[in-house]
């Protein structure tokens, strides 16, 4: 069983930044491409980032890209996702998903690939 705990989430300003971490547990970390997700109210649930198992190749939606970092730690088994420039509309429940792959520089931005998904974390950007 994969465990993904995702954490940092809060209410932040306009403008302002929040760093997502996602603790995973329970298989070999460096096995699994890793993914940041969010679903706003009333939206379905959308791709943000995506990064692969060395941390090599990266993928960012439209809406993010030059704003958001995505970056593991393959020792701390943990995956974190920096955003600055925070706007209103980033406002959502944001969820890390795991796919394992035997690909080591391969990225998905498809929602189906991936095998597990952490309990989310809300975010909140005030106006």
């Known amino acids: 069983q994969v465990l993904l705990v995702e954490s940092g989430g809060g209410l932040v300003q306009a403008g302002g930044s929040l760093i997502l971490s996602c603790a995973a547990s329970?298989?070999?970390?460096?096995?699994?491409?890793m993914g940041w997700f969010r679903q706003a109210p009333g939206k379905e649930r959308e791709f943000v980032a995506a990064?692969?198992?060395?941390?090599?190749?990266?993928l960012y939606a439209d809406s993010v890209k030059g704003r958001f970092t995505i970056s593991r730690d393959n020792y701390r088994n943990t995956v974190y996702l920096q955003m600055n420039g925070l706007k209103h509309e980033d406002t959502a429940v944001y969820y890390c998903?795991?796919?394992?792959?035997?690909?080591?520089?391969?990225?998905?931005?498809?929602?189906?690939?991936?095998?597990?998904w952490g309990q989310g974390t809300q975010v909140t950007v005030s106006s």
């Open positions: 329970g298989r070999t970390f460096s096995n699994w491409r």
């Open positions: 998903a795991a796919d394992q792959t035997d690909q080591w520089g391969a990225v998905t931005t498809m929602i189906s690939d991936y095998d597990y």
């Open positions: 990064i692969s198992r060395s941390g090599g190749n990266t």
